[in-house]
């Protein structure tokens, strides 16, 4: 098992950044794929992005071209940088680990994007 914390998330007004941080309690990123989820009031869990072991990145269509994933392995942290914010990204954001034995999951920050 490792312990995921999410930070950064708040509330901003569109077109305005945000840069999520999930802090794992030990180094994980050469052996699991990493993942950014996001909740809406109402909706499931949908996936962002993600970023395997080997450094590959995957976005979904809506945030492609605003949002960058990026880890720091000296850190044991997995970043989401949030660009061009749009009132439709207003979520709570998920870090996930997938490490062949189930996924693990963080608690979960607010962002919250107005007009």
């Known amino acids: 098992q490792v312990q995921l914390v999410e930070s950064g998330g708040d509330s901003v007004q569109a077109g305005g950044s945000l840069k999520l941080s999930c802090a794992a309690s030990?180094?994980?990123?050469?052996?699991?794929?990493m993942g950014w989820f996001r909740q809406a009031p109402g909706k499931g869990r949908d996936l962002v992005s993600s970023i395997s072991s080997h450094g590959t990145t995957t976005y979904a269509d809506s945030v492609k071209g605003r949002f960058t994933i990026s880890q720091d392995n000296a850190k044991n942290t997995l970043y989401l940088q949030m660009n061009s914010l749009k009132t439709e990204d207003t979520a709570v954001y998920y870090c996930?680990?997938?490490?062949?034995?189930?996924?693990?999951w963080g608690q979960g920050t607010q962002v919250t994007v107005s007009s």
């Open positions: 030990r180094y994980i990123f050469s052996s699991c794929r």
């Open positions: 996930a680990a997938d490490c062949g034995n189930g996924r693990n």
